[in-house]
């Protein structure tokens, strides 16, 4: 939340290097699909509970419960990485911001004369 705070204050002058850049995008990223995984395991679960009682109640057991929680932050960080190494510090004028540097699928020019 401090960065936050600062970045309202300051929005065009990110005070970190480009590590800590790509660092905060992938915890943001991490954490929104997180969020989007634990809701969709929510959800199968309680689905399972609703069209198979049965079988819901012998799978409700505490260690099940912290291993699907686990997975699913091991998954959303693994999808969060590729996004995440796209951040880093653009400077224009007087402004340095952390942003996305590089599109998905479009060529640098240093690439492209490879």
Known sequence: MPLELYGTWNPFAYPFNQIA???TGLLSETAANATVLTITSFTVERYIAICHPFRSHTMSKLSRAIKFVI????????????????FG???????????????PGKMDESSAHD
């Not at 997975?71 to 190494?85: E, M, R």
């Not at 510090?89 to 599109?103: A, P």
């Open 89 to 103: 510090i653009v400077e224009s004028n007087n402004s340095r911001l952390c942003t996305i540097v590089t599109e």
């Open 71 to 86: 997975v699913i932050w091991l998954v959303a960080f693994g999808l969060a990485t590729p996004q995440a190494l796209q």
């Open 21 to 23: 850049c790509i660092i």
